[in-house]
């Protein structure tokens, strides 16, 4: 042993080298789907939510002006 820890989604096989465990490797791939998934619609809503309010201030910036198109 090189005195290196196993990481926790690895375990040693019978020769004690470490070999990737196929269901962490899943799951990690699924939270990291997951993680990026949330993170894309935060950016759709706030993409949204900007194209809203600039919308919402040249509606009211025409109004108060009286310009009519």
Do not use: W, Y
């Amino acid at each position: 042993m090189s005195g290196i820890p196993t990481p926790p989604h690895q375990k040693p096989d019978e020769t004690g080298a470490a070999t990737p465990d196929p269901q962490a490797d899943r799951e990690a791939f699924i939270a990291a789907r997951k993680r990026r998934n949330v993170a894309i619609a935060l950016g759709l809503v706030g993409f949204a939510v900007l194209i809203f309010a600039i919308t919402a201030l040249r509606l009211a910036q025409n109004i108060s002006t009286g310009a009519a198109g």
